[in-house]
C-alpha cells in the first residue's frame, strides 16, 4: 500500500461527524450528525430538581418511549461496581426538537428526570398512611 495514510472518520477540523448546539445551560454539546434521536437520563438533585448544568447519567441514542410515572431498572457497567442495579422512576418527562432553518430535517430528544424508585413496602406506606 502506497500513498499518504488515511486519517480515522471524525478526525480533523474539517469533520461532520458530529453536529454541535448549545443547550439550555449555554454550553456546547455535540450529537452524531447521522442519528436523528435520543433518549437523555438524569438523576434528580435534592430528589425532585433537574441537574444544574442539565448532564445526562445516560444517553441512548434511540427515542425510548418512556414517561412521567413508568420504572426500569438502571444497572451500572462502571468496572469496579459493574452490575449494581437499582429500580428508578421518571418523575419528569420533556422532549426537545432541534432543526436547523436550512433544511426541512431535525432531531429530537427526550429528557428524562428519575429517582430511585420506592420499595413497595414504602410506597404502601406513603399511599396507605403507614402503620397507625
Known amino acids: 500500500m502506497s500513498g499518504p495514510r488515511k486519517r480515522p472518520s471524525?478526525?480533523?477540523?474539517?469533520?461532520?461527524?458530529?453536529?454541535?448546539?448549545?443547550?439550555?445551560?449555554?454550553?456546547?454539546?455535540?450529537i452524531p450528525v447521522v442519528k436523528d434521536a435520543a433518549t437523555l437520563?438524569?438523576?434528580?438533585?435534592?430528589?425532585?430538581?433537574?441537574?444544574?448544568?442539565?448532564?445526562?447519567?445516560?444517553?441512548?441514542l434511540r427515542d425510548l418511549q418512556l414517561d412521567e410515572g413508568d420504572t426500569f431498572r438502571l444497572t451500572n457497567l462502571t468496572p469496579g461496581t459493574m452490575g449494581q442495579t437499582g429500580k428508578v422512576l421518571i418523575i419528569a418527562a420533556e422532549l426537545e426538537v432541534l432543526f436547523s432553518e436550512k433544511t426541512k430535517y431535525g432531531q429530537h430528544l427526550r429528557h428524562l428526570l428519575f429517582v430511585d424508585a420506592p420499595e413497595l413496602d414504602e410506597l404502601s406506606d406513603t399511599l396507605l398512611g403507614g402503620d397507625e
Do not use: H, L, M
Not at 438524569?42 to 441512548?60: F, H, L
Open 10 to 30: 471524525g478526525a480533523g477540523s474539517n469533520s461532520t461527524r458530529f453536529a454541535e448546539i448549545t443547550n439550555r445551560a449555554g454550553e456546547r454539546i455535540k
Open 41 to 60: 437520563f438524569y438523576r434528580a438533585v435534592d430528589g425532585e430538581r433537574w441537574p444544574t448544568p442539565r448532564d445526562p447519567q445516560v444517553i441512548i
